[in-house]
């Protein structure tokens, strides 16, 4: 999966949306986990984040929590994750 610019997720594509924009490292994740433990498992989210190193830190939490990360893409200086969250048995 590649960082697109400017591809756009559709609303039909997730269920549920975390607008982390202009948040300093590290609120953006602990919004997204705080987000993902209130949703049922399966759900996709969409997380938007203007923090740069949001690249870096999203594919690593989502490795390390077990979340799937469905899409990612970059769009008018906004970084854009879909997120599946994982099974309640992982």
Same mark, same amino acid.
């Given at each position: 999966? %590649?960082?697109?610019?400017? /591809?756009?997720?559709? #609303? +039909?594509?997730?269920?549920? /949306?975390?607008?982390?924009?202009?948040?300093?490292?590290?609120?953006?994740?602990? #919004?997204?986990?705080?987000?993902?433990?209130?949703? /049922?498992?399966?759900?996709?989210?969409?997380?938007? %984040?203007? +923090? #740069? +190193?949001?690249?870096?830190?999203?594919?690593?939490?989502? +490795? %390390?929590? &077990?979340?799937?990360?469905? &899409?990612? %893409?970059?769009?008018?200086?906004?970084?854009?994750?879909?997120?599946?969250?994982?099974?309640?048995?992982?």
């Amino acid at each position: 999966m %590649s960082l697109l610019h400017d /591809e756009a997720f559709s #609303r +039909e594509d997730f269920g549920c /949306e975390l607008d982390a924009s202009d948040l300093g490292c590290p609120m953006p994740l602990l #919004r997204v986990n705080q987000m993902l433990n209130a949703i /049922e498992a399966g759900q996709v989210m969409h997380v938007i %984040s203007t +923090e #740069r +190193e949001s690249i870096t830190n999203f594919i690593p939490f989502c +490795e %390390s929590t &077990g979340h799937a990360l469905c &899409g990612k %893409s970059i769009a008018s200086d906004k970084y854009h994750y879909l997120t599946r969250k994982a099974d309640a048995g992982l």
